[in-house]
C-alpha cells in the first residue's frame, strides 16, 4: 500500500503526496526539532524537505526507501537552516530527552547536562545521533540518508557518544569537587 502511494505520487499525484506527508510529518518535525531547537526554523525545514521531496521524487529509484529518503533532505533542510542563519552551534542543540520527562530536580539536571554535552557536538555528529537515537536508523541507513560510507556514520557516532560521555564525566567531576568544596 505505501509503495503504492510512494509510485503514485512520483506520477504526480496530490492526494497520494499528502497522504504520504501527513503520515510522516509528525516524525520529520520532530527529527527537526530536534536538531534546530526551535520550533519556526523547524516548520520551515520540514515545509523545504516536503517542497523538494515533492520535486524531486520522480527521481527516488526505490520507492520502499522513501522514509529514509525523507529523512535526509529534512537533515539537509536542517543544514542549510544552520548555513543561512551562520549559527550553527547554537541552534542546534536537540533535547535528548522526550519532553514528557518529569520536572524534579535530578531529571532537568540530567537534561541540562545531557544538552550541554551535545551542544559541543559537530553538527554532523549531532544529525547521526538525532537520526540513530531519536529516530532509531541503522548505522547503514544513516548513512544511506547522508550520502556517507557505513564506517562514516559508525565512526561519527562513536566519536560523538565518547564526546558525550566525556563531557558528562567532566560534569559530573565539577559537580563533586563543587559539593565537596575542594579543587
Known amino acids: 500500500m505505501r509503495r503504492d502511494l510512494v509510485e503514485a505520487a512520483s506520477r504526480g499525484d496530490h492526494e497520494a503526496f499528502e497522504v504520504l506527508a501527513t503520515s510522516v510529518g509528525d516524525r520529520l518535525y520532530a527529527v527537526a526539532r530536534l ?48 548555513r543561512q542563519l551562520r549559527r550553527w552551534s547554537q541552534q542546534v542543540r536537540p ?42 536508523f541503522s548505522a547503514a541507513e544513516i548513512a544511506h540518508m547522508l550520502d556517507i560510507p557505513e564506517g562514516t556514520a559508525r565512526s561519527r557516532l562513536h566519536y560523538a557518544t565518547e564526546a558525550m560521555r566525556a563531557a558528562l564525566e567532566a560534569d559530573a567531576r565539577q559537580s563533586t569537587v563543587a559539593q565537596n568544596g575542594t579543587a
Open 95 to 136: 533535547l535528548l530527552l522526550d519532553a514528557s520527562v518529569s520536572d524534579d530536580t535530578g531529571a532537568v539536571a540530567d537534561r541540562e547536562q545531557l544538552e550541554r554535552g551535545f551542544s559541543r557536538l559537530k553538527p554532523e555528529q549531532r544529525a547521526v545521533v538525532v537520526l540513530h537515537y531519536y529516530s532509531g
Open 35 to 82: 536538531i534546530l531547537r526551535q520550533t519556526d526554523l523547524a516548520e520551515d525545514a520540514v515545509q523545504e524537505a516536503l517542497v523538494r521531496a515533492w520535486q524531486q521524487l520522480p527521481s527516488l529509484r526505490d520507492p520502499d526507501r522513501f522514509d529514509a529518503w525523507l529523512h535526509r533532505l529534512v537533515v539537509n533542510a536542517c543544514a542549510d537552516q544552520g
